[in-house]
């Protein structure tokens, strides 16, 4: 049995997912998030099973997205590089805040998400060393090559972008490899080319930084999570939280 609430934490409306009658109690963090376009409530079957195994888990709604999007789809197709930006920064405020409500063992805090939420994944273990462990489905680290195709950024959104320079996987991979890290990615995935996680996959091989790395492959699998990338995820941290 679990529980499940929307609550805020720093001014940000998240769902909050616990093993039943736990909710006080000191227990392994899962922060997870959700993909462009979508929300909280979409993307709830992580917390669902992560609480079953034992873990509180934190969902916030990106900027723009869930309990935060005002309505305008069409303006928010341009905005994907500073939303991604603002859900990594905010981290900090989500975490703080948390800390101040729950008891929390600082040892056992961990970051995950799909897509855009695997790419925010990856910019908060880059920014925050406190992060135990990191979950990556079907994402990327490697925003300025992949913002020159992926929702290339329009002139307000071009700023953004830049900023990521800082964030960016690719000059900063031993963050990458001092940690247990989980990449994930459907094989035949027609948004965030899978190539992007074979690529950080060998560079973190190339640089020997792969001993806690965890790459899976779903054959035939396009941009989707798939009960066995659920699965894979829940056991992941289950065994490093």
């Known amino acids: 049995m679990i529980e499940m609430y929307t609550e805020q934490l720093g001014g940000i409306e998240v769902l909050h997912a616990v093993p039943a009658g736990k909710k006080e109690s000191k ?22 099973a992560l609480a079953q195994a034992g873990m509180r888990v934190i969902m916030p709604d990106a900027e723009q997205h869930g309990s935060r999007f005002n309505g305008d789809d069409a303006a928010r197709r341009y905005q994907f590089w500073s939303i991604l930006k603002q859900n990594i920064d905010e981290f900090s405020q989500l975490h703080k805040a948390l800390c101040e409500r729950y008891p929390i063992d600082e040892h056992r805090v961990a970051v995950g998400g799909a897509s855009m939420g695997g790419m925010t994944a990856l910019g908060i273990m880059a920014r925050y060393p406190q ?5 990556c489905l079907m994402g990327s680290g490697y925003f300025i090559s992949l913002g020159k195709s992926l929702f290339p950024p329009q002139v307000l959104d071009l700023e953004s972008l830049n900023k990521l320079a800082d964030y960016d996987i690719s000059h900063q991979l031993e963050k990458a490899g001092n940690r247990p890290l989980m990449l994930w990615h459907g094989e035949e995935d027609d948004v965030v080319p899978a190539a992007e996680t074979w690529r950080l996959q060998q560079a973190l091989i190339e640089k020997g930084l792969d001993k806690q790395l965890l790459c899976l492959r779903e054959p035939g699998v396009k941009h989707r999570i798939t009960p066995s990338a659920l699965e894979a995820t829940s056991r992941f941290f289950s065994e490093y939280l």
Do not use: D, E, N
């Open 27 to 48: 227990l392994p963090v899962v922060f997870f998030y959700h993909g462009f376009t979508s929300s909280k409530l979409v993307y709830s079957y992580f917390a669902v």
């Open 131 to 135: 992060v135990s462990c990191v979950a």
